[in-house]
């Protein structure tokens, strides 16, 4: 019966030790004052290594009294007297601590009581905390890669938004500006594309004159004609059927001085004068007045260019104003005819939003006939040269031609259609039209940068998160080490002062340290 080992489960401890009567419920109460007692004692304590040792990192129990007793006793051993009594103060403090914590064993409860909530507590709490710093470092590595991800994914974005545009990315206002001087070339390319055009559209009108012979013929893509025939020409001239004798632009309105948004470049804007209109001279104004003006002998003064008397029939036609309320003009010399083009009537056709429109719609329609009679010629099995039913009667050009040919005209259409939708020419639509696009645009821009940016300090903070991380759980690791070894050392204890009480029965603690 002797050898046969007490096993004891750690949780139950305590139960155990006062179940058997080693310790009273009320064990608790007692300790209170002992601690109070120890506060007191610690305040006086000798220059020892061990004492350090036995003080640091753990709460004092009934153990660590015990030692400092023997470490006292060498060094109090000169206040030793002949009786074996000492009288150092120091020793009596912790002589009368020791004996009320073996009085009913409240040292052994306590120190129970601190074994359970070591390895049911402390020790997994900070194995936790430090398994939780180890997963930040983890989820740290990843959100520096998605960052990372992401701040190349918005730069690579906005590095392939300049090149559509066509921008170096350095000054973005002043850039996107810039790119309005390309107009003019690739305005010209679009009109010798469109020029290409000339026998689909000379197909197209035979094709609906054959049909119906009603419709007008000018009144076939007749915007589409207009730009084919005469170019990029202002919209003044697609308007009156003249050019105009002068043009007059709109101002920009877009400040560039210092790469700022419009409303830091206010002062900056094109002074016309008190009334806001254009002087040509002493005359003031241009006064296109009504026809009454005209007939009581009103006249433009054209700032020192002489002009024909408009009322003079022998020399010259009457004046006219019955088509756009304006009079036609001669001046001497020269024979050139026209007016000043002023606002919208500046724009080129294709720089202006409205006939632009038309052009695109009359591109359009001549793509939507285009592939009606690709798909009416494929249905009625043409062969490609001359239908044999109602096609017999249309002319020649109409006949002669094939569903390639045809498909090649809808290319060739199509083609120009794509070159006036493209991103960067619709970009730069909107820019000329309106400034706070630019605005806007530079914006977007700016945000993708600026995203980019973000996510590439976020790197470093969660780097430096990682690092305070691995710095903390490092911290903790030596922790662990001396509560798990004073651990250990406790149930040790605990199980050498059971096993006295057993006549030195084997007792063995479990679940304890051991176990973790």
């Known amino acids: 019966m002797q050898d046969l080992p007490i096993d004891i489960h750690t949780n139950k401890l305590l139960d155990w030790l006062v179940s058997r009567r080693h310790c009273e419920k009320n064990w608790q109460e007692a300790v209170l004052a002992i601690r109070e007692k120890i506060s007191h004692a610690i305040q006086d304590m000798p220059e020892h290594p061990e004492i350090v040792r036995l003080l640091s990192g753990s709460h004092i129990n009934y153990y660590h009294c015990l030692k400092i007793v023997d470490i006292l006793k060498e060094t109090e051993k000169d206040s030793k007297n002949l009786f074996g009594f000492y009288g150092s103060q120091r020793m009596k403090d912790w002589q009368e601590v020791v004996k009320l914590y073996a009085n009913k064993n409240v040292g052994l409860a306590e120190a129970s009581q601190a074994l359970v909530r070591n390895v049911n507590y402390e020790i997994p709490g900070i194995k936790k905390q430090i398994a939780k710093l180890e997963q930040m470092q983890t989820d740290c590595d990843k959100r520096a890669q998605d960052y990372q991800r992401n701040s190349k994914m918005m730069r690579e974005q906005y590095e392939a938004s300049c090149r559509q545009l066509g921008l170096q990315g350095v000054r973005l206002k002043t850039e996107i500006v810039h790119l309005l001087d390309e107009l003019p070339q690739v305005y010209g390319e679009i009109v010798e594309k469109a020029r290409t055009l000339r026998e689909t559209m000379a197909y197209h009108v035979a094709f609906v004159t054959f049909v119906n012979p009603s419709v007008p013929v000018d009144q076939l893509l007749p915007t589409l004609h207009f730009l084919v025939e005469h170019g990029d020409v202002t919209t003044y001239q697609w308007r009156y059927g003249e050019p105009p004798l002068r043009v007059e632009p709109p101002p920009p309105a877009i400040d560039l001085s210092d790469d700022q948004p419009t409303d830091a470049g206010q002062g900056d804007e094109i002074d016309f004068g008190d009334g806001g209109g254009i002087d040509f001279g002493d005359g003031g104004e241009i006064d296109f007045g009504d026809e009454a003006a005209a007939d009581a002998g009103g006249d433009i003064d054209w700032g020192g260019i002489e002009v024909a008397d408009a009322a003079a029939p022998e020399d010259d036609a009457p004046v006219d104003l019955s088509t756009a309320g304006v009079a036609d003009i001669t001046i001497e010399g020269s024979g050139m005819e026209g007016g000043v083009a002023r606002d919208s009537e500046a724009l080129t056709l ?83 039209s309106s400034p706070r696009y630019v605005d806007r645009l530079v914006g977007s821009l700016k945000q993708k940068l600026e ?17 305070a991380a691995a710095e903390e759980a490092a911290q903790l690791q030596p922790k662990l080490k001396l509560i798990v070894e004073k651990t250990r050392e406790l149930q040790t204890q605990i199980e050498n002062s059971i096993s006295e009480k057993y006549k030195g029965r084997s007792v063995n603690l479990m679940g304890g340290i051991n176990a973790i």
């Open 350 to 432: 294709l720089d202006n939003p409205h006939t632009r429109t038309l052009i695109v719609n009359d591109l359009m329609e001549l793509e939507t006939f285009l592939a009606q009679r690709v798909a009416e010629m494929s249905d009625s099995r043409e062969d490609g040269m001359v239908s044999m039913s109602t096609m017999q009667a249309a002319p020649q050009s109409v006949q002669l031609q094939t569903v390639d040919s045809v498909s090649a005209f809808r290319a060739a259409t199509r083609a120009v259609l794509d070159s006036l939708n493209t991103v960067k020419l619709q970009h730069l639509f909107l820019v000329k």
């Open 451 to 467: 995203v980019s940016e973000k996510m590439a300090a976020s790197v470093n903070a969660v780097k430096e998160r990682k690092k």
